[in-house]
């Protein structure tokens, strides 16, 4: 009795055979022409051919069977969560040493990780000479420079104590700072109000036009914002995702989101303070960037929620301090991962050039690591001038982040990708694998202080600090070894 | 008209007006639905739905940020449909839509992932060092892999095997050159029918020649579950092998399994045959050249082996099998003129199991003449494809090595594997013509004939087709056998001065049962 009808009841893949295919492109061929799908990976050695740093990258894979995969797993699940339901929202300015906490008299908080006055870059310095003459702990620049260099100054990052600053980021305890708080956690986020654009203290100018507007900041725009957010709080989710639909990406283009900020606050500002409103507006209005240290206290509000969850390998944090670029990382953490930081490529003013650059500097990719700015910059074409190119590689930028996160968010859509969520939650693991970069919109500051912003540009993070990141992930997870 | 009125709102979700009048007419035009408006909670939208209908009284506040979908239903459940479209359309594509631009290929596993998400197998062929982090991704991730990389190292083949035993999932290889799931062909696979026959194996082109011979006596196969080389050895103890025979035993479409390998270790070898008693569908153990300890049945040789098991699944005796008989040219037939001194095989293999096999059935035929005589080479062997292409793929090596031997005058016979299937070289038979002609042309020249004996591992189904690479072989005088075994045989017998009477020996209906007397029956 020969059995030769043909028999189809045996199956290991209930679903038909569903392949990625890891390298050999010829061996999709049998899978497609038989019925199956196949999707081809053009592989690269990952971790950029580092074996020892691609294994612990796989013993950190998801998996819920293994005690680190699904503690990753679970952790970056929440984290995910916790970015996406993000829900800032402006509620006021008050003076930082109020309400900053950690927040001494003698406290000077800065951009990036930590560094101290000897490492500082010229802007950097410049502005801490600035704030000690603000403060009155100086009374010439000199002083100031001697005050700093016996360290009578305790510094610290912003990011250390829930602040962010563009630039330079000095934070002094006089100084009026945003409120923002996560209506969905809880927690509060400060930023400084943004000055404009040119010789300003967050570029190391400190003369007596900065220090007069600074000045003018404490007794009226701070306590003039304050007063108008307190009566009437500004909703900074809605308002980002309205100008992401406006052609800003909320970083190095803000003309939409600080209209519509003004649009918000108006009303309230007439109300509440009627004398000084229309000096308030016309500041405003004169300062295309005004709604930039808002739209960073919302990512720092957001992402500060998503912090300290064991196990997480998403970036909660990347900042530079013009000499660094530093990361942080949910799962590990108070460390900073830190990389030599680079100078933007960018487009510079007349009569400037990369020579003139200082490297890379400022908070304000706390955007990006938010998932807007850079990574929206589909959303943004404009920006892309800066570094020379095309719409198409605005999207380009955008695509490529997809690569490295792990969420879409639900709150900021980009109209033209088919409305996706932009890429957020950035994971250690995508870029150390990938070997693709966070990308960043920034401006750029000249290297001597006091000189203020010489171009604007597009940067990128330095791969070692996600693999450092990693490989402390990995020993805090205990997996170290099985590599 | 009597209908229902339902709501959702999404607390801090803000849409372009635009947008969502296009959602809102997608969904107005379901099945069920009169009206659907969705707007952002301001009270001026309120109002809007209101008037239309669509804001019940108890309707919940909103704010001016949250976004509201209401929709007029003819019923419960169309009005529930609406809003989980709605729903759908307001968390947009899960990836950006694909532009104009060139879509951003994979590069990672991840990646992959992204465009696949249910996708259940990981073919990684990745060079050796970075094999085991692929092999790892992917089973952390629930697929089953199929690694062709070498050179991983054997504690990291031991740690993802248990990885895989303990989550269900195969890990074939590493260095599995084939497998067959579910009728597709894997990796260096033929187009073999589908039946009920499953083969286990560590050998690639011992499952390559059992499965194809399998097709060749009209039955087909299951599964075809490669498991790496080692897999049989005494570190890896034969982890997968287990793990497949258990799925095997336990799948319906399974009637007969045979399990092929080198001979493994005793105590591997023990635990693999306690594992065939229990199992309750009939195996056929082909350990290479092992007679078997006497408990189930052992095949030695692969064509044994597909003998024994289309026997099995046929409950028929192994005598009233024929693997058939190729075409054979005239040339075939004629003795050759052996020169004095024309004593040696030569035989020149790209299958490293298949050259192994012929080796085993030169040693029983020609007994202890095998020593000195028989050189058979594997030219697949890292030995020989540092820094070039596998010879199956690349026929350069192997013809330099043809030529060679048609100039050696002590050379009698060169033996062939000619192995067919995907990812093989796309015409291999024509590909070894001209060193083949070159080879008999000088060893003519100097007044002697050689003989060129081959088998073709491959199926009629198979991309480069059976009998065309079959036909171009005898078409330059190539003695052709139906499997490897028959042509290590035949490459005997002409040896042993039998080689006239192959004719009548060609035909496999009514020979002896192959294996046990190979060495006499061609000998004699």
Redesign the interface.
Known sequence: MASNHVHHGSTILTDGIRAVNIGLAGFADPIRAHGGACTQVQWQPPAEGDRAVGLRLAYLEDDPDDRAGALVGRANAEAVRRISEGHPVAVDVRTAADVIPGMTSRTLLHAGPPILWERMCGPMRGAVIGAALLEGWAATPEEAGALAGRGAIDFAPCHEHATVGPMAGIVSPSMPVIVVENQASGNRAFSNLNEGIGKMLRYGAYDETVLERLRWFATTLGPVLGRALRSAPVDLRDLTARALQMGDECHNRNVAGTSLFIRAIAPALVRTAPADAAAVLEFMRGNDHFYLNFSMAACKATLDAAHGLEGSSVVTAMARNGVEFGIRVSGTGDAWFVAPASVPDGLYFPGYGAQDANPDIGDSAITETCGIGGFAMAAAPAIVRFIGGTPVDAVAFTRSMYRITLGRSPAYVVPSLGFVGTPTAIDVRRVVESSVVPVIDTGIAHRAPGIGQIGAGITSAPRGCFAAALHALGRRLGVEAAA | MAGIVRQRVFK?????SV?LMRIATEVEHLPGITRAGIVMGTEANREVLAQAGLLPAEAAAT???DLIVAVAAESEEAGTAALERAAAAL???????R?A?AA?????????????P??????????G??A???A???L??G??VFL??DNVPVADEVALKDLAE??GL?LMGPDCGTAI???????F?NVV????I?LVGASGTGLQQVSCLIDRL???V??VIGVGGRDLDERVAGRMTLAALR?LAA????AVIVVISKPPAPAVAERVMAAVRECPKPVVVNFLGWAGDGTAASASTFEDAALDAVAR???VGRDTLALGTPERHEQSCVKPRLAPGQAEIRGLYCGGSLAGEAKLVLRRALGDRSAERVTVIDLGDDEYTVGRPHPMIDPRLRNQWIVDAGRDPKVAVILLDVVLG??AHPDPAAALVPAIDHARREARTAGRDLVVVASVCGTPGDPQNLQRQQATLTGCGVWLAPSNAEAARLTASVLTGAAGVMPEHSSGASRPSPGDHAGNRHGV
Do not use: C, I, W
């Open positions: 801090n979700t803000y849409r372009d947008e704010r001016a940020s968390s947009g594509p899960a990836r950006p839509d532009g631009e951003v290929p994979a590069t990672t596993l991840h990646d992959a992932l992204a465009e696949m249910d996708a259940n197998l990981a073919l990684v062929s990745t060079p060092t970075y085991t982090a692929e790892l991704k992917a952390k991730r697929l089953h062709f990389s303990r989550k195969l799931l579910d009728g597709v062909p894997l990796g696979a029918r589908r039946g009920q499953g009209g039955e087909g299951s599964q799925r799948d319906g479409g399974t699944l046929r409950g995907y990812n």
